[in-house]
């Protein structure tokens, strides 16, 4: 039997918890990846909690200095195959993820470049990123999540280097649900991130308003982290200026079972981002049955399907955004066509084992 091959896996793992460490942890955890490669780690994340992300600190540089003396050190001991590395593609982020992939080159590994966000075309024209971006990505190959996002390294990358990997998630046994699940006298809307601009929080709140000024009855649950943009108190405020206090709450992070219960209570989903790429919670959504009403942005069209599983609406547009939540609040046959639909494209598409078994196929190709 032959030699498993070697992977050097130089990812960035929670905490903090959100999209690209929670993918990362998963392929950390993956009894498949980790049976089919012989896979060793390395943690780039300087980060430990959500207030660091953006912020310098001695703490941070050091952990990133232990990173990449870590990286030297195994890529010495070790004849890797591939290096694998998930990397932040904009800003500072990326100057400082750049090195570990420069270092692997010098070692003359293949390199297999991981996209979980997007930016790399605000950057790829200015300095030092158009002198440093060409290094980083020369004969990469490089994983996306859609070819929806392929405009954003086009400049860079040949589309024959690059490889598609939609992610997954756990597919909970949720057969009760059926049971659980029951229709709301008046219907709930929910809203699950941290609380961020860019996710369209004040978007959301002003399509609330045009809904609750036409006499559409509805409670919106806001759940998810507060942020150095939005607090809960600058949220409350943002909720009363709109004269929404009846029909908004604020919630608060939320885990596990608690978490479970609003996607259980609610009617439909609403995710106004716009500025995403492939956002796991709308896959939680259909995994519930949500109907979904989200934007055309990054790879959400690979997920939902308009007028099948959710309503695609204009990004950063409160009156599209409110015409799309009220005509699934007017319809509850439709809801329920919609979201049903939705966890069929999930439980085809988007488990956790269908991305394993993409992930290994995508490292299988480029050993």
């Given at each position: 039997?032959?030699?498993?091959?070697?992977?050097?896996?130089?990812?960035?793992?929670?905490p903090?918890?959100?999209?690209?460490?929670?993918?990362?942890?998963?392929i950390?955890?993956?009894?498949?990846?980790n049976s089919?490669?012989?896979?060793?780690?390395?943690n780039?994340s300087t980060?430990?909690?959500?207030?660091?992300?953006?912020?310098?600190?001695?703490?941070?540089?050091?952990?990133?200095?232990?990173?990449?003396?870590?990286?030297?050190w195994l890529?010495?001991?070790?004849?890797?195959?591939?290096?694998?590395?998930?990397?932040?593609?904009?800003?500072s982020?990326f100057?400082?993820?750049?090195?570990?992939?420069?270092?692997?080159?010098?070692?003359?590994r293949?390199?297999?470049?991981?996209?979980?966000?997007?930016?790399?075309?605000?950057?790829?024209?200015r300095m030092?990123?158009?002198w440093?971006?060409p290094?980083?990505?020369?004969?990469?190959?490089?994983?996306?999540?859609?070819?929806y996002?392929?405009?954003?390294?086009e400049?860079?990358v040949?589309?024959e280097?690059?490889?598609i990997?939609?992610?997954?998630?756990?597919?909970?046994?949720?057969?009760?649900?059926d049971?659980?699940?029951?229709?709301?006298r008046?219907?709930h809307?929910?809203?699950?991130?941290?609380?961020?601009?860019?996710?369209?929080?004040?978007v959301?709140?002003?399509?609330?308003?045009?809904?609750?000024d036409?006499g559409?009855?509805?409670?919106?649950?806001?759940v998810?982290?507060?942020?150095?943009?939005i607090d809960?108190?600058?949220?409350?405020?943002?909720?009363?200026?709109?004269?929404?206090?009846?029909?908004?709450?604020y919630?608060?992070?939320k885990?596990?079972?608690e978490?479970?219960?609003?996607?259980?209570?609610?009617?439909i989903?609403?995710?106004?981002?716009?500025?995403?790429?492939?956002?796991?919670?709308?896959?939680?959504?259909?995994q519930?049955?949500?109907?979904?009403?989200?934007?055309n942005?990054?790879?959400i069209?690979?997920?939902?399907?308009?007028g099948?599983?959710?309503?695609?609406c204009?990004?950063?547009?409160?009156?599209?955004?409110?015409?799309a939540?009220?005509k699934?609040?007017?319809?509850?046959?439709?809801?329920?066509?919609?979201?049903?639909?939705?966890?069929?494209?999930?439980?085809?598409n988007f488990?956790?084992?269908k991305?394993?078994?993409?992930?290994c196929?995508?490292?299988?190709?480029?050993?």
């Open positions: 039997m032959p030699d498993k091959s070697k992977i050097l896996f130089i990812v960035p793992l929670p903090p918890v959100y999209g690209s460490t929670m993918v990362c942890q998963q950390k955890d993956s009894a498949l990846i089919t490669f012989h896979c060793d780690y390395v780039l980060s430990r909690q959500m207030d660091e992300i953006g912020k310098r600190s001695a703490v941070k540089l050091w952990r990133m200095i232990s990173a990449f003396i870590k990286t030297f890529l010495l001991i070790h004849r890797y195959d591939i290096c694998y590395i998930a990397i932040a593609c904009r800003g982020g100057l400082k993820d750049a090195p570990f992939v420069l270092l692997c080159k010098l070692f003359r293949k390199m297999v470049i991981h996209h979980h966000n997007k930016g790399m075309a605000n950057d790829v024209d030092p990123f158009k440093l971006m290094m980083v990505y020369k004969n990469a190959k490089v994983i996306l999540l859609s070819w996002l392929y405009f954003d390294i400049k860079i040949p589309k280097n690059v490889m990997c939609p992610n997954g998630i756990i597919a909970d046994n949720l057969e009760h649900i049971v659980v699940k029951s229709e709301n008046v219907p809307l929910l809203f699950l991130s941290n609380l961020m601009k860019s996710k369209g929080v004040y959301l709140l002003d399509a609330c308003k045009i809904l609750k036409k559409v009855g509805f409670v919106c649950d806001f998810g982290g507060e942020t150095a943009e809960s108190d600058m949220f409350n405020t943002e909720v009363n200026h709109r004269g929404l206090g009846t029909h908004v709450i919630n608060g992070r885990y596990g079972a978490k479970a219960r609003f996607f259980t209570d609610s009617d989903f609403i995710h106004p981002t716009y500025n995403d790429c492939f956002p796991l919670v709308l896959l939680e959504a259909m519930y049955q949500l109907p979904i009403v989200t934007t942005e990054g790879g069209p690979d997920v939902v399907q308009d099948v599983n959710g309503i695609i204009e990004r950063q547009n409160a009156e599209s955004l409110a015409a939540i009220e699934l609040l007017l319809n509850p046959a439709l809801r329920r066509q919609m979201g049903e639909a939705g966890y069929e494209i999930f439980r085809q488990t956790l084992e991305f394993e078994h993409r992930m196929e995508c490292l299988g190709a480029c050993v």
